[in-house]
């Protein structure tokens, strides 16, 4: 009944809102000015593209609440991640650093379980936003490691989901973790699928919000969906896509079965007879959990000193059945997860605040999940460390003071012989298989010009070439872990 109940809940939210540790903290800081402290609510899509949304040009999926959520308030056109993958772009938001300069750089575990985790020095933004007496709540899905990595070791009061990544592929898991309790999902034994992980992580969200209404908060939330697995419930939204497409069905050896859920392997994807009808669900759902938080912040009367921001991880993914070109999931743009081409890492981002944002506005500012740190530090009236490597975007959002600009954006991945990109004004950098002999072709777009990243014009502008490189080298800090 409960689980009956969820997925009404969830309907009835998309029919309403589509019609109408501080002794880490560095002493050097940049200064902000004094201001009142909002509420954060920060919502992290997991390998949703830049065009999966209604409001960045999908045509079929439905997203009517988060397209809301873009009326009222700011539509970023040209927002990137920190990362083409999973760890260090939460790695890159949660320190404020690029991945020339974040610890965590590539998806790399530890153990059976778990990611390498952030080390004890590292400082985030739940750090520095409680130095400001913000209560701060992390929820879905973290993969930045146990222990000393662990969200409440990381300046988050509380944390519910998925510490590692690997069990966050699976949408109905044995157990997920409460701040340092596992807690046991009814029903789930990795044979039979009763309690959707993400609807619980969605309640536990809700009662943060709530339970924090009369001091300022930080909820940070980093959803599982539409991450692979491609599985969903059987409810009123999948209804709204049953049999509307057609489906190539998705065969894996890793399903949800008494034949398979012994000896199954987490890491991996079940089997599903619908991908596409099902994926399309799984966007429809996560727009519904941010409808319910749009609505409880108005029942709680807390609407106008509360911003909510809502931005993608990366790229979206082929894996599990999936079909970033049926959804036309990149808006056009080149590359999908892995990649640091604009498909790769170019991020839908929308930021409401009531009163204080524009509605309806956009915006063509250059910026990154790095900016973030330095954006809540001013939101919140305090200095941000100055190992950030971001810069505020508050005048942005207020349309008010001068907008600094960044230099340039830089990111480095290694995986496939190591991948580097780097952004400076309208030229992009792209240079992959860097560690091979030879090294890998240098490309260069104009993205004024060729935002698709069709035609590599770099032997026509060496001088261009030649600063992006060594652009690329001052910006990286090497990193035993993650050698380029």
């Keep these: 009944m ?3 109940y969820r997925s009404t809940l969830l309907l009835i939210v998309i029919i309403i809102l589509s019609c109408k540790q501080e002794q880490k903290i560095a002493s050097n800081t940049i200064t902000s000015q004094k201001i009142s402290k909002p509420n954060i609510i920060y919502v992290l899509a997991d390998d949703l593209g830049y065009g999966d949304l209604g409001c960045y040009g999908q045509k079929k999926i439905k997203t009517p609440n988060i397209d809301q959520l873009a009326k009222k308030g700011i539509k970023f056109l040209q927002h990137y991640s920190g990362a083409a993958v999973c760890a260090p772009a939460r790695s890159s938001l949660m320190t404020g650093q690029h991945t020339g ?8 575990g530890v153990g059976e379980e778990g990611q390498l985790p952030l ?5 985030t933004i739940a750090e520095v936003l409680k130095t ?5 709540g992390m929820f879905g899905k973290w993969g930045l490691g146990f222990n000393e990595g662990d969200p409440n070791s990381q300046g988050f009061d509380e944390f519910f989901g998925y510490n590692c990544q690997k069990l966050a592929h699976r949408y109905y898991p044995a157990y997920l973790n409460h701040n340092q309790k596992r ?11 009763v309690t959707y992980a993400p609807d619980v992580i969605q309640e536990k969200t809700l009662e943060f ?8 908060f930080f909820a940070y939330i980093p959803m599982v969906l539409p991450h692979a697995e491609i599985i969903s419930p059987n409810d009123s939204i999948y209804d709204m896509y049953k049999g509307k497409f057609k489906e ?4 894996a050896d890793k399903k949800y079965t008494s034949d398979y859920g012994p000896d199954i392997v987490i890491s991996e994807y079940t089997s599903q007879d619908d991908p596409l009808a099902t994926y399309a669900t799984m966007v429809t759902r996560m727009d519904a959990y941010v409808g319910q938080i749009m609505v409880k912040v108005q029942q709680l009367g807390i609407a106008d000193n509360t911003i909510i921001m809502f931005a993608s991880d990366n790229g979206p993914y082929k894996e599990g059945g999936a079909h970033p070109e049926f959804f036309n999931s990149t808006a056009g743009l080149k590359g999908i997860k892995r990649d640091l081409y604009e498909g790769g890492i170019r991020s839908p981002f929308i930021v409401m605040w009531p009163g204080k944002i524009k509605e309806g506005s956009t915006s063509n500012h250059i910026s990154a999940f790095w900016d973030m740190m330095p954006t809540f530090a001013e939101l919140a009236g305090i200095d941000t460390p100055n190992i950030s490597d971001g810069i505020s975007i508050v005048p942005t959002l207020t349309n008010t003071g001068n907008q600094k600009q960044h230099d340039y954006l830089y990111w480095e991945y290694n995986i496939k012989q190591g991948r580097k990109a780097i952004r400076k004004g309208d030229w992009k950098g792209v240079w992959y298989n860097i560690n091979k002999t030879p090294k890998g072709e240098f490309e260069l777009y104009n993205l004024a010009k060729d935002s698709l990243e069709m035609n590599n014009i770099a032997n026509k502008h060496l001088a261009i070439v030649k600063e992006l490189k060594s652009l690329m080298n001052k910006a990286s800090i090497p990193s035993q872990d993650f050698p380029l």
């Design 2 to 4: 409960a689980i009956i």
């Design 101 to 108: 300069h974040t610890p965590i750089r590539g998806n790399k």
């Design 119 to 123: 080390p004890s020095e590292a400082i």
């Design 132 to 136: 400001a007496g913000y209560k701060t």
């Design 183 to 193: 807690v046991e999902l009814e029903g789930n034994d990795w044979t039979n699928t």
């Design 209 to 216: 919000i709530e339970k924090n209404k009369d001091k300022p």
């Design 248 to 251: 190539i069905p998705h065969t």
